[in-house]
């Protein structure tokens, strides 16, 4: 929290130190001065009109990790002299530092000694120091480092530049820092990767030290719990365990392919979806994957997103772009033919791949690719009846995640205006909106608003959720667009007899499939309802002497349509349950002589040891219930 100081102020100068004291607030690391500028306790304040910034707000934390990041580099210069340093952030929950160290290799397994260099520095209780200097002064300092150089090269020749020293290290920056090392001691290193110098893979190549930093011990275990929990969920290695689907970072960085069970449960999302959307009033179409670049540079995508577009010029110099999103095809799908006020809305999904190129450190498994494909809509109705279609993709969007167990409790909306690379007038943006929020406030939903994070053609409605561990994931968003239709000259006919441009409404419930398909992974450990699970049991056999009951049932499930496969091998049964449990199968049968005898079944449900007996007919009624009801767990 910050905790502003009461009236009745003093003029100064004072010590940001005896600020804090006089008003006897604890646990301050910093202060914000009257103009919102965070400053060093060490800082000289002109007013006693200030916020005290605690270590464990949002702002003290970002101080005390970016503190952190001074401490990891005054350690490394001491380990690694010739090391040259450019830039060490703080993040979200840690930090990290780039480092270029020539010849030397510096792993993860020497962690330990750099962790025990920080922390003589910590019981030392090295003081942070900041001065102002002129640029030639700092040029002096840094002559040795390229990259600080490179830096200073950006900066006016008759700026004040700040620098900091902590524990033998000099540094450029801005600060705030905390006071001393002692504020530093509940820290971690988590890792190592490869950086570019400035993100530019044709710059040096740097080795890049992440870190962890908190406020108390506490909070710091608390942390790697949810660490634990969070790699315990890595869609990644549930993937591999469920035989889902793969990555080839050489012949397809960013591209999944598809394994059976993964492209099962892709085709089911898909299905769903598609489904809930006919039956709403939506029409499906498709557009083609390579469109002239004209195309983007009408819609502004080009020059908005152009370095991300796969594009070729063909034989006649023409250019062809790989589409990195369906909107400009939905449009002409619209333009194809007169529309009139009687046509409207006009509901319109595509369910298009679609390539953007990311860069590779960005990377992750199906929630950051550069192939994927969209459950697209756009909506083309007229300004009155936008509203009342926002409305209806709302509740859509509701009862499409309430069924994957998201319900309103776990959701949050944001509406995201302009932001400051856009088309269109500002009279068109204040318009869109008011529309919005005044939507918005007539359907009752409360919203919390995210300046400057729009789309660039018109504001956004952003839905993000909690998952069981706590993490906020952003998933479905809904557009208004009234810039996209005035640049395509998109028209309808009014019951005026005059032209007018519609408005465009562009909705993704789940974003992506892809992204939806790993985060869903995360949410549910991979363990998948039984409706859009690719594998709903497996049949095991205990000996030979049940084969042809086992091979019977087999038959039976296959041919009601129900996943289950048959494993009767001669591998032990600990191995297979242990083999199928691994693999998040629901339902493990195990057929014995008794239950050959008594034409039962005996099933193990995954996430428990015990076996429950019960008839064919009983089994089979309890998987129609689940699947047609959708439910979310295995229990019989």
């Not at 009109?49 to 970016?66: A, M, N, Q």
């Not at 053609?457 to 561990?469: H, M, N, S």
């Amino acid at each position: 929290m910050e905790n502003k100081k009461e009236q009745n102020l003093e003029q100064g100068p004072f010590k940001g130190f005896d600020l804090a004291k006089k008003a006897k607030i604890e646990n301050v690391i910093a202060i914000r001065d009257s103009n919102g500028e965070a400053k060093d306790l060490s800082a000289v304040f002109m007013s006693e009109d200030v916020e005290f910034i605690d270590k464990g707000s949002f702002d003290g934390l970002g101080i005390i990790r970016h503190s952190s990041a001074h401490l990891l580099a005054a350690a490394l210069k001491k380990l690694y002299p010739s090391a040259k340093f450019t830039i060490g952030p703080s993040i979200e929950n840690g930090f990290y530092y780039d480092i270029d160290f020539g010849d030397i290799k510096v792993g993860e397994n020497d962690f330990p000694k750099i962790e025990a260099e920080m922390n003589n520095i910590i019981k030392e209780d090295s003081k942070f120091v900041r001065k102002n200097i002129s640029k030639s002064e700092a040029i002096e300092i840094f002559k040795d480092n390229k990259y600080k150089l490179e830096i200073l090269g950006d900066i006016e020749d008759d700026a004040q530049i700040s620098i900091y020293e902590f524990g033998g290290y000099i540094d450029l920056c801005r600060g705030p820092h905390v006071p001393s090392a002692r504020y530093l001691k509940n820290f971690k290193l988590t890792k190592i990767s490869g950086a570019y110098w400035k993100a530019d893979q044709s710059r040096d190549k740097l080795t890049r030290i992440y870190g962890t930093a908190w406020d108390s011990k506490e909070n710091l275990d608390k942390w790697f719990k949810f660490t634990e929990e969070a790699e315990k969920r890595d869609h990644k290695k549930i993937c591999k365990a469920m035989d889902l689907c793969h990555f080839e970072p050489v012949f397809a960085p960013g591209a999944p392919f598809y394994h059976p069970n993964g492209w099962f449960l892709f085709r089911t999302f898909v299905e769903f979806l598609r489904n809930i959307k006919l039956d709403n009033g939506y029409v499906e179409v498709c557009t083609p994957t390579v469109m002239n670049r004209c195309l983007w540079e009408t819609s502004g995508h080009w020059e908005k997103y152009g370095e991300h577009n796969y594009s070729g010029k063909m034989e006649d110099e023409t250019q062809f772009c790989v589409k990195p999103m369906n909107c400009p095809g939905g449009v002409l799908v619209y333009k194809s033919s007169p529309k009139s006020y009687k046509d409207l809305p006009i509901r319109m999904a595509e369910f298009g791949r679609v390539n953007r190129y990311e860069a590779s450190g960005s990377l992750n498994g199906l929630l950051r690719v550069r192939e994927f494909t969209q459950d697209d809509a756009h909506i083309f109705c007229t300004l009155e009846q936008a509203e009342k279609e926002i409305a209806s993709a709302i509740a859509l969007f509701e009862r499409i995640y309430a069924t994957f167990g998201f319900d309103r409790s776990h959701m949050e909306i944001a509406l995201s205006t302009r932001p400051e690379k856009r088309i269109g007038s500002e009279e068109v943006w204040d318009k869109s909106e008011q529309f919005l929020a005044q939507a918005l406030d007539t359907l009752g939903i409360k919203f919390k608003l995210q300046p400057g994070e729009g789309a660039f053609y018109g504001p956004k409605l952003e839905f993000g959720f909690k998952d069981a561990i706590g993490r906020s994931w952003q998933i479905g968003t809904i557009q208004l667009d009234m810039n996209l239709p005035a640049r395509f000259k998109m028209e309808y006919i009014a019951n005026d007899g005059k032209k007018h441009e519609p408005v465009m409404l562009h909705l993704a419930c789940f974003g992506s499939i892809e992204r939806f398909l790993g985060m869903y992974i995360e949410q549910c450990e991979g363990k998948f309802p039984l409706w859009v699970n690719p594998i709903q049991g497996v049949i095991i056999n205990v000996n030979d002497s049940v084969n042809d009951y086992c091979e019977e049932l087999h038959k039976l499930f296959k041919n009601n349509k129900y996943r289950i496969d048959l494993d009767i091998s001669n591998s032990s049964v600990q191995g297979k349950v242990k083999e199928y449990s691994e693999k998040r199968i629901p339902y493990i049968i195990t057929i014995g002589p008794k239950e050959k005898e008594s034409k039962t079944l005996s099933i193990r449900i995954f996430g428990s040891d015990k076996q429950i007996s019960i008839s064919i007919d009983d089994f089979i009624a309890k998987l129609n219930n689940k699947i047609s009801s959708k439910n979310l767990d295995f229990n019989l």
